[in-house]
Every structure is written in structure tokens, then in C-alpha cells.
């Protein structure tokens, strides 16, 4: 295959996501029982986790803007405290930064610096993670996200907006993600061909179809792999 770009997801690819999640839980609850007892006592984070499902399964049409869903979880807890006028602003500044405050893999940050001498790279997201806060934005020629799209993986579309913004045909871009159905299934769906970064060494779930192109333990296989094969 002869690929002359990549779209690369970002959340347990290049780093894992949930230390960071948690952190953003931990901290913002922290924060609300300084400043706000009353939410904090009603809305635990266990609790606070559940209104978020909860708001998910709600609004069906926010499926793709994870941010829009906890703005209004946090409208909704504050407001069952009968407090109307939620800090929202500074809310989500406290969450938005502790779950930015990730911890890449090892192999991820030389794979990168390796691969964008070469080959173009988007990341291809469904979070919020923001690559001007954690430091890499630098190795991406362009950022696409759920949010921004009005889809998000595996609906062929974000694909298809990512190979236009690259400006390369689908079949000559690898995608380049940790999920088997979000990120192999759905590329594969949008005609990308596909490597899944599969760091705990897992069988391909054959119900899913067909084996990506190609299953790599990290960032240095793909690394290694595209230094193999050269884009001209």
C-alpha cells in the first residue's frame, strides 16, 4: 500500500486517557467543595458521572460534543442545588486543563518526531483533547474533532473530512488508532487503509470483519514500518 498521509487518534494512542479523566474528576470536585459545598455534597463524583450518562443518553444530538455534555451537567447540578448561574466558565477551564495534563506513552513523542519529517499528519478525534495545552500541536498539519464536525468515529464522514483537509485521496491515507471499531472499522468503512496500535498484544475480535492492514504493539512499530515504506 502506498500511503501518503495519516489521521491519528489521540486518547490512548498516544496516551491514556482515563489518569487524566479521573485527575479532571478529582480536581473540579475539589473546587466545588471549596467553593461550593452544597454541589459537592450532592454531587459526588460517582454521582456527577452518572448525570453526565444520564444527559448522554438524553441528547442523542450531542453525541459528537463531549463539552456540551458537561456544561450541562454542571447546569443541571447546580441547578438541583437551586442554584441557577453556574460558574461555568471557570468550571470547565478547571476540567478542560486537568484533562489536558496527559502523560504520553514513552514511544509516542520519537514516533512522532520520526513520522512528521515524512508524512503529514492529522489527529482524528471524538474528545476535546487540545494539543496547544499539551504540547504537540507542532507535529500536526491539521486537527479534526468530533466536536467541530458534527460526527464522529466510526461514521465514515470525519474520515472523509480529514482526507479532504489533507487533500489526499482516502486509499493513500493510514489511520492510525488504539480501538478496533471506532477507529479499524470505521476507516476502514471510509476506504483508509488502517493500523491498529495494539499495546496490550490482543486478538483481533473477528466479529468485527475484517484484520486491520496492520497490528503494531506502539507508536516505534508504525514508526518503524512507515521508514520501511517510503511515501515515494
Same mark, same amino acid.
Given at each position: 500500500?502506498?500511503?501518503?498521509?495519516?489521521?491519528?487518534?489521540?486518547?490512548?494512542?498516544?496516551?491514556?486517557?482515563?489518569?487524566?479523566?479521573?485527575?479532571?474528576?478529582?480536581?473540579?470536585?475539589?473546587? /466545588?467543595?471549596?467553593?461550593?459545598?452544597?454541589?459537592?455534597?450532592?454531587?459526588? $463524583?460517582?454521582?456527577? !458521572?452518572?448525570?453526565?450518562?444520564?444527559?448522554? /443518553?438524553?441528547?442523542?444530538? +450531542?453525541?459528537?460534543?463531549?463539552?456540551?455534555?458537561?456544561?450541562?451537567?454542571?447546569?443541571?447540578?447546580?441547578?438541583?442545588?437551586? $442554584?441557577?448561574?453556574?460558574?461555568?466558565?471557570?468550571?470547565?477551564?478547571?476540567?478542560?486543563?486537568?484533562?489536558?495534563?496527559?502523560?504520553?506513552?514513552?514511544?509516542?513523542?520519537?514516533? +512522532?518526531? !520520526?513520522?512528521?519529517?515524512?508524512?503529514?499528519?492529522?489527529?482524528?478525534?471524538?474528545?476535546?483533547?487540545? +494539543?496547544?495545552?499539551?504540547?504537540?500541536?507542532?507535529?500536526?498539519?491539521?486537527? $479534526?474533532?468530533?466536536?467541530?464536525?458534527?460526527?464522529?468515529?466510526? %461514521?465514515?464522514?470525519?474520515?472523509?473530512?480529514?482526507?479532504?483537509? /489533507?487533500?489526499?485521496?482516502?486509499?493513500? $491515507?493510514?489511520?492510525?488508532?488504539?480501538?478496533?471499531?471506532?477507529?479499524?472499522?470505521?476507516?476502514?468503512?471510509?476506504?483508509?487503509?488502517?493500523?491498529?496500535?495494539?499495546?496490550?498484544?490482543?486478538?483481533?475480535?473477528?466479529?468485527?470483519?475484517?484484520?486491520?492492514?496492520?497490528?503494531?504493539?506502539?507508536?516505534?512499530?508504525?514508526? %518503524?514500518? +512507515? %521508514?520501511?515504506?517510503?511515501?515515494?
Amino acid at each position: 500500500m502506498r500511503i501518503l498521509a495519516l489521521t491519528l487518534d489521540l486518547d490512548d494512542t498516544l496516551w491514556p486517557v482515563m489518569p487524566a479523566l479521573e485527575r479532571a474528576d478529582r480536581e473540579l470536585d475539589a473546587y /466545588l467543595r471549596e467553593h461550593y459545598p452544597s454541589v459537592a455534597h450532592a454531587w459526588p $463524583i460517582p454521582a456527577m !458521572r452518572e448525570l453526565r450518562a444520564k444527559v448522554a /443518553l438524553e441528547r442523542p444530538d +450531542l453525541a459528537h460534543d463531549f463539552t456540551a455534555q458537561r456544561h450541562i451537567t454542571l447546569q443541571q447540578a447546580f441547578a438541583a442545588c437551586g $442554584i441557577d448561574d453556574a460558574p461555568l466558565d471557570t468550571l470547565w477551564g478547571i476540567y478542560f486543563t486537568a484533562r489536558n495534563s496527559v502523560e504520553l506513552y514513552p514511544d509516542s513523542l520519537p514516533a +512522532l518526531e !520520526r513520522i512528521t519529517t515524512h508524512w503529514p499528519v492529522a489527529s482524528l478525534t471524538n474528545g476535546n483533547a487540545d +494539543l496547544e495545552q499539551i504540547g504537540i500541536r507542532v507535529h500536526f498539519a491539521h486537527h $479534526i474533532c468530533a466536536r467541530d464536525t458534527g460526527s464522529l468515529k466510526p %461514521d465514515r464522514r470525519i474520515f472523509h473530512l480529514a482526507a479532504e483537509q /489533507l487533500g489526499i485521496a482516502p486509499g493513500n $491515507i493510514l489511520h492510525v488508532g488504539d480501538d478496533p471499531e471506532l477507529d479499524v472499522v470505521g476507516a476502514r468503512n471510509a476506504g483508509l487503509r488502517t493500523a491498529w496500535i495494539n499495546r496490550t498484544g490482543r486478538h483481533w475480535p473477528k466479529a468485527l470483519g475484517a484484520a486491520p492492514d496492520l497490528d503494531l504493539r506502539d507508536m516505534t512499530a508504525l514508526a %518503524d514500518w +512507515l %521508514d520501511a515504506h517510503p511515501p515515494a
